[in-house]
């Protein structure tokens, strides 16, 4: 696979990942605990995808590597909401 189209895919499963990921964070700030679940896996993909694309940076074009800084820190910002959400859980 060209890393044109891994990062188009990646690209596109990053998307997806954050945009389960603010679904599942806006749920847990219901204070509902049938949410817990959804909120720790969406934790999990987002690590997972922050992973992925720290891979992915490294055989990037500099362009590339542009786009995939951006989407980085997207995800840095929607993780550290997470952490914050996490810590005000257990006040």
Known sequence: MTVRKQLDNFMNK???TM???EVA???MQKVQPM???DFQRAQLAL???SEELTDLKRSATKEQQYHLSRTEEQ???L???YILKDLSHYR
Request: net charge negative.
């Open 19 to 21: 945009q389960y990921a």
């Open 79 to 81: 993780q550290n909401r």
């Open 35 to 37: 949410y817990l679940e």
């Open 14 to 16: 990053a998307e997806e």
């Open 47 to 49: 690590q997972e995808i």
């Open 75 to 77: 995800l840095r910002q």
């Open 25 to 27: 964070l806006a749920n």
